[in-house]
């Protein structure tokens, strides 16, 4: 019997759901899935330069495990692009440290660090929605995995 898994902690949702290619693939491609923790460290020790050690501290995982999700992202990532491949991020085992709403009133997009709001701080309207879901599984809730859009931030 396996150990459970630890959940790995996010500093914040992607801003996109995924990545498409264009050219002579026409509409046969395949989907490759990149999971929310994976992208998490591609963009600590890609983007943000940091290394392993304080990547794995930024997670609160071991700088082994973070290493194997490294490796998986990358063959990901790496498939993806040679093979033409849909690039889809969603799923995985994580907390996020800010949650992200969106307003259905407003068209707001709403980052906080607290655990809960209850109305939107733009147009005070509590016909918000949480958007974890929107990462962790395929959703059909929001508007804002079908468009892009700016975060605001509170």
């Not at 973070?66 to 498939?79: C, D, G, P, Q, V």
């Amino acid at each position: 019997m396996g150990r459970n898994n630890i959940r790995r902690h996010v500093q914040f949702a992607p801003a996109i759901k995924g990545f498409r290619p264009f050219g002579r693939f026409g509409g046969s491609r395949q989907n490759v899935f990149l999971t929310v923790d994976e992208f998490e460290v591609i963009r600590l020790l890609d983007y943000e330069h940091m290394n392993q050690e304080e990547a794995a501290v930024q997670m609160q995982i071991s700088r082994p495990t973070l290493t194997r999700i490294y490796e998986k992202a990358r063959i990901k990532f790496a498939t993806a692009l040679v093979e033409g491949s849909n690039l889809i991020i969603e799923g995985g085992d994580i907390e996020l440290q800010q949650q992200l709403y969106f307003c259905n009133q407003c068209h707001q997009e709403i980052i906080v660090k607290e655990d809960k709001i209850t109305n939107c701080p733009y147009c005070n309207s509590v016909d918000i929605t949480l958007l974890d879901e929107c990462y962790t599984k395929q959703c059909n809730q929001c508007r804002r995995c079908h468009r892009g859009g700016r975060h605001a931030r509170i």
